[in-house]
């Protein structure tokens, strides 16, 4: 009944909660080049989009949700010879990620959620492998990767064309939450139907090698913020689904 965002609450707002029952959504982004048309920040926005949306369809189900703060820095190694791309480590994300399970349990949190809206292979490998710690390690813990079905297939026909980066899908949701950040460019760039996910199964490992010279794909230009609340809402319906297994009582 419910939305916490751990960041802006106090600690007597975090202790009046039912913390082993409330479901904690770890939204995880990344810093890294999303085309000459949207900002650095691009999966942390989208992300917190999906956590929210995600947070009311819970709350609405009478859960209690606690959102933490996004992890921002995460590794990035297919955009890290473009300008402001910050990749880190994939050992440290697993440590990281297991060290705030531990937090979170040391707190009486027993269901987490993780969320990521940054689909580099490295990263979501990640945190598949963090996934399993932690859940091995007794909590609860969903996690859908989007890069996968059924997940994937929701989420527009762009974004199974694997040309799903700064394309029109994360364009679209940009547009949405913060059109201010979305530089006029964008209604010039030419489609760039080259698809990650070919050119991941085929070994590649940057955005140059896979045909993003700019470090975008798919067709940005076509864009609208209309779809992309559609695309948040059913981002949000993506969460709520791999987050009910998690809220039936012990
Ligand atoms: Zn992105």
Same mark, same amino acid.
Request: charged share 25%.
């Given at each position: 009944m419910t939305v916490c965002w751990l960041a802006t609450a106090t600690y007597e707002d975090v202790a009046a909660l039912d913390r082993r029952r409330a479901v904690a959504v770890l939204p995880l982004g990344a810093t890294e080049a999303h085309g000459p048309h949207l900002p650095l920040s691009t999966d942390v926005i989208i992300v917190e989009a999906m956590a929210r949306a995600g947070a009311e369809r819970l709350s609405q189900r009478g859960a209690t949700v606690v959102v933490l703060p996004t992890m921002a820095l995460t590794p990035a190694p297919f955009a890290a010879a473009f300008a402001g791309t910050i990749s880190v480590r994939a050992a440290t994300l697993v440590a990281l990620l297991e060290d705030v399970a531990d937090g979170l349990a040391a707190q009486g949190f027993s269901r987490i959620v993780v969320v990521s809206a940054h689909l580099d292979p490295e990263h979501l490998g990640a945190v598949r492998e963090a996934v399993e710690t932690i859940r091995a390690d007794g909590l609860r813990v969903a996690f859908p990767d989007l890069s996968r079905k059924p997940w994937s297939q929701r989420l527009g026909e762009e974004f199974q064309t694997g040309a799903c980066h700064a394309g029109r899908f994360e364009t679209s949701i940009v547009l949405a939450e913060r059109p201010e950040l979305v530089r006029d460019i964008r209604t010039e760039l030419l489609p760039n139907p080259a698809s990650l996910s070919v050119a991941i199964r085929a070994g590649q490992t940057t955005f140059a090698e896979a045909g993003g010279p700019r470090a975008y794909f798919g067709w940005p230009a076509d864009a609208? =913020? =209309?779809?992309?609340?559609?695309?948040?809402? =059913?981002?949000?319906?993506?969460?709520?689904?791999?987050?009910?297994?998690?809220?039936?009582?012990?």
């Open positions: 609208t =913020a =209309a779809e992309g609340r559609t695309l948040i809402d =059913a981002l949000g319906a993506i969460l709520e689904e791999a987050a009910l297994p998690l809220l039936h009582d012990d």
